[in-house]
């Protein structure tokens, strides 16, 4: 069973830029196709950002086009969300999930593994 842990969160001002890990902790990433997905207070959680196994191809939601990049390190088991031009609608949990198929899919449901959160909060 994979757990994950993010880590790379914390408090920025507007326009600026944070970079998030996720690491697997006693597995590894491969064949899965990872995920992040973020909750801001009083909303659900929702897609952010997936890279699928193998391919390399990469799924965004419109929100974070052309701002953030998701990548993966297979060798280190280690997935990053790279943030850039942050806007205060982009402060949330920000959580990173991995399922048991090498497609990556915006579908929250889809994913079998979840890690704990880290926390983003963007400063006006």
């Given amino acids: 069973q994979v757990q994950l842990v993010e880590s790379g969160g914390g408090l920025v001002q507007a326009g600026g830029s944070l970079r998030l890990s996720c690491a697997a902790a006693g597995g590894t990433f491969s064949s899965y196709a990872l995920a992040w997905f973020r909750q801001a207070p009083g909303k659900e959680r929702e897609f952010v950002a997936a890279s699928s196994w193998g391919s390399g191809s990469t799924y965004y939601a419109d929100s974070v086009k052309g701002r953030f990049t998701i990548s993966r390190d297979n060798a280190k088991n280690t997935l990053y969300l790279?943030?850039?031009?942050?806007?205060?609608?982009?402060?949330?949990?920000?959580?990173?999930?991995?399922?048991?198929?090498?497609?990556?899919?915006?579908?929250?449901?889809a994913y079998d593994y979840w890690g704990q959160g880290t926390q983003v909060t963007v400063s006006s």
């Fill in 82 to 109: 790279q943030m850039n031009s942050l806007n205060f609608e982009d402060t949330a949990v920000y959580y990173c999930a991995a399922r048991r198929i090498y497609y990556g899919t915006p579908l929250r449901g």
